[in-house]
């Protein structure tokens, strides 16, 4: 590679099609995923995974009924553009690009903390891939909705910038 900006870029894409790719096959096989968007099926018997999908289901509806809000509206908020697009699971996509941003986001802090190591961006691309990608376990957490999700690419940045306003060891 002929300047370190090109490997940077090769080395987060080829992470991000891994990711993408993983993701979907993990989503694809995982034995509790649900066959419909209704309680009881897979995942959404599960008290907490069926009330985001409730919540969902009613704000594409327009349904603004408390008794269909459990919780604070974010996350069941970004389930709503695909409803009809992936009824099963309207989480599908935005989970995926919570953990695609995750995956960013963790080379941009690592960077952030370390700024002089030429390596910081690909170390923390390639841990966060190794820890919550490639562990099957830790992507299960990203797989299932869980209000979570969403949490990790809004606290990252917040992380970097903290980092910036620490004193010089």
């Not at 190591?117 to 299960?140: D, E, H, K, P």
Request: aromatic share 16%; charged share 10%; with cysteine.
């Amino acid at each position: 590679f002929r300047d370190a900006r090109r490997m940077d870029i090769v080395v987060f894409t080829l992470s991000a099609f891994a990711t993408v790719f993983i993701y979907l096959a993990a989503h694809r096989h995982s034995p509790i995923k649900p066959r419909l968007p209704v309680e009881g099926s897979g995942w959404w018997a599960w008290h907490d995974q069926w009330k985001y999908l409730q919540s969902t289901l009613a704000f594409s509806q327009g349904n603004l009924e408390a008794g269909n809000h459990w919780y604070l509206p974010g996350y069941s908020l970004v389930g709503v553009p695909f409803v009809h697009l992936t009824p099963a699971n309207p989480f599908l996509i935005p989970n995926l690009l919570c953990l695609l941003a995750a995956l960013w986001l963790s080379g941009a802090l690592l960077a952030a903390l370390v700024p002089n190591w030429r390596w910081a961006r690909i170390a923390g691309w390639l841990t966060f891939f190794a820890t919550n990608v490639a562990y099957s376990i830790s992507l299960n957490a990203w797989v299932i909705p869980w209000t979570t999700t969403l949490a990790v690419p809004l606290v990252l940045p917040s992380f970097s910038v903290l980092s910036r306003e620490l004193p010089a060891p």
